[in-house]
């Protein structure tokens, strides 16, 4: 009963921000005077909001969702309550293959999506690899996930300094201003978002098993290796789409899933869409604030996730005794 209460409040906080969202800003009106307008139209001031502010609306919601059940998937993978894609480098080398393609050859600059998924796989990969030593070490992967993560970071800056404009074109869709965002966005986040978000949802058994050591996991039926990539793969899809189109964005998965967890428990079956909904509510909740904080001028919502995920890291790193089993 207590779990199905935090999802019902969640949900109805997610709506209630929404409609504020898009009921205050430069247009600024009334909230029956919203629902009116996108139910039965004819009103100048809604259209405006439904065709460049809800779109905005939708991105932020879905991204925020990609990003907290990447963590999640992340962090069933490695058993590491500090596994996120932004902290370990899928998101910045997500972001670096889509800034090197358009450099490349700026015609490709529309098959962003794919190339982000390419960079977060090699990001994902190099993590893998410089980490692995007779097993995932907790801490050993996070320090190589963050090495990881300054070196396409800097990369990225590299080629930001060419100055040209396709780099200029990716720099704004890659970073993390919902601003001027449209259906078209709205389009591709939501078919490859809810194609990774539903294969996460049939994947909750296995990384439930995940939680359990190898060879029990093993004599259960489930073949570790293949669970590992398997999982891997989707939670690096829902990443790199959501940086592709919603921008770099840290800590997302590393809040959300630790919060989720103390309300709704580890049964990952619960956890995940729960986890959505709570990451696309903190995402809208950082977009909202960063637009109308200090208007006409905008926050990233990149900055607000910053100001809050830093100090949150620090704070579990600080339990790192209890993440080690120590």
Known sequence: MKKIIYFVAALLLLVAVALYSMATGSIKVGLWELIQGLIY????????????????IIVSILTGAALAVSGVLLQAVMRNPLADAGVIGISSGAGFV?????????????????????????ACFLVYLFSWRSGLQPLRLILVGVAINAMFSGLNQLFNYRGS??????????????????????????????????????????????????????NLGLRVMRARVIISFVAVLLASIATAI?????????????????????????????????????????????????????????????????????????????????
Not at 41 to 56: C, M, S, Y
């Open 41 to 56: 139209g004819g009103n100048d001031n809604v259209d405006v909001i439904r065709d460049l502010r809800l779109p905005r």
């Open 98 to 122: 889509s800034v090197l393609i358009a450099t490349l050859s700026p015609a490709l600059i529309f098959w962003m999506p794919m190339f982000s998924v390419i960079g977060g796989l090699l």
């Open 165 to 218: 404009y396709a780099v200029t074109s990716v720099n704004q869709a890659v970073s993390s201003m919902f601003s001027m965002k449209t259906w078209e966005d709205v389009k591709l986040i939501l078919i490859y978002g809810s194609i990774g978000l539903l294969i996460a949802l049939l994947l909750s058994t296995w990384c439930n098993m995940l939680s359990l050591q190898d060879r029990t996991a093993s």
């Open 246 to 326: 919603g921008g770099l964005i840290a800590f997302v998965g590393l809040l959300v899933p630790h919060i989720a967890r103390q309300m709704v428990g580890t049964d990952h079956k619960i956890l995940i869409p729960f986890c959505a909904i709570l990451g696309g509510l903190l995402i809208l909740l950082a977009d909202t604030i960063g637009r109308t904080i200090i208007a006409p001028m905008e926050i990233p919502a990149s900055v607000i996730m910053t100001i809050i995920g830093g100090p949150f890291l620090i704070f579990m790193l600080m339990r790192g005794d209890r993440v080690n089993g120590n």
